[in-house]
C-alpha cells in the first residue's frame, strides 16, 4: 500500500469553506457519483480550487475546452452577497482509484475536509439492481442512505431517506463512512438504485433531488438530467473507454496497478 504522505491536497485558491457540505465524486456503480459531481460544478458554476496528486495517480491529463485536468480535482463557489446559500465543495475524478490508494485518498479527504472545518460529507452510489427491473419510469428508482453519526442518520429519517439497513458498501465511500464513524464526523452515502453496466443519468438525477432535500439554502433541479440523461450516458460512455486506454499506459513506478 502506497503510503498516505504519497497523496497530496495542492490548494489554487484559497476559500472559507467553514461550514460546507463535501461531495464525494469519485466514480462507482453506473458513475451515479461521477453525474452529480459534474451536474453540480455546472449548475452552480463552481470553479476549480485545488487538485489531488501522488505518485501513484494514472500519467494522464484529461482535456477539456483546450484546458489541461489533473486526475483528481476540487471545485467550490464563492457564496453570493446579501443571502444565505449553502457552501458546497465537488473533488471528481475520471479514474476509479486502485484498491491499495483508496484507504489513502479517503483519509486524504476526511483530512482536508475536517481542516477546512466543512460540516459534512455526501458520497452519491449507485446501488446495483437487477438487469430486467423496468427503470424507465423515474418514480421507480428507489434511494437509501446511511449515515456515518446518530445525527446524519436522524437527518436522513427527517428528510423521508430511506435507511440502507443491509448490504456492503465498497470504495471510496466505504472508507469515507468508515472513517466519518470513527472521527466522529457526518458522512452521508446516497445510494440509488443503478444500471451496473453503463452510465445512469436517471439514477443521479433522483439523487440530486434528495440532495435537494437536505440543503436549506440551494435549489438544485434534477430534470435536464432526466432530459438529457441519453446524451450524458453517451459522453460518459466515451470518457470511459478513453480512460481504459489510459490505464494500459506505462506508470513508473507501478506499471500494472490499473490492468
Not at 455546472?42 to 494522464?60: C, H, K, R, W
Not at 446511511?146 to 427527517?158: A, Q, R, Y
Request: hydrophobic share 40%.
Amino acid at each position: 500500500m502506497a503510503p498516505q504522505g504519497d497523496v497530496h491536497i495542492y490548494e489554487l485558491k484559497r476559500m472559507d469553506l467553514k461550514g460546507a457540505t463535501v461531495i464525494d465524486g469519485f466514480p462507482s456503480v453506473g458513475l451515479v457519483s461521477s453525474i452529480v459531481a459534474n451536474y453540480l460544478i455546472n449548475a452552480l458554476s463552481l470553479e476549480q480550487i485545488g487538485m489531488m496528486d501522488s505518485v501513484y495517480f494514472p500519467t494522464v491529463s484529461l482535456i477539456r475546452e483546450g484546458e489541461p485536468m489533473n486526475p483528481v480535482r476540487i471545485y467550490a463557489g464563492r457564496e453570493p452577497a446579501g443571502k444565505p446559500h449553502d457552501k458546497i465543495v465537488v473533488f471528481i475524478s475520471e479514474f476509479q482509484p486502485p484498491p491499495n490508494l483508496i484507504k489513502v485518498i479517503a483519509s486524504a479527504v476526511l483530512d482536508w475536509a475536517q481542516e477546512q472545518k466543512c460540516k459534512m460529507m455526501v458520497c452519491p452510489e449507485g446501488l446495483i439492481v437487477d438487469k430486467d427491473k423496468d427503470m424507465a419510469v423515474n418514480e421507480n428508482i428507489e434511494v437509501y442512505g446511511i449515515g456515518s453519526t446518530k445525527e446524519g442518520s436522524e437527518l436522513l429519517k427527517n428528510h423521508n431517506v430511506t435507511i440502507f439497513e443491509e448490504g456492503v458498501i465498497t470504495g471510496v465511500a466505504g472508507v469515507l463512512l468508515n472513517e466519518g464513524k470513527k472521527r466522529d464526523f457526518n458522512v452521508l452515502s446516497l445510494l440509488s438504485e443503478a444500471h451496473p453496466d453503463y452510465p445512469d443519468a436517471r439514477a443521479a438525477a433522483r439523487v440530486i433531488e434528495t440532495i435537494d432535500k437536505l440543503l436549506l439554502h440551494t435549489e438544485l433541479d434534477a430534470q435536464p438530467l432526466y432530459e438529457e440523461a441519453e446524451r450524458i450516458e453517451d459522453q460518459l460512455k466515451t470518457i470511459h473507454a478513453q480512460t481504459q486506454v489510459a490505464k494500459k499506459s506505462p506508470v513508473p513506478t507501478r506499471p500494472s496497478m490499473y490492468g
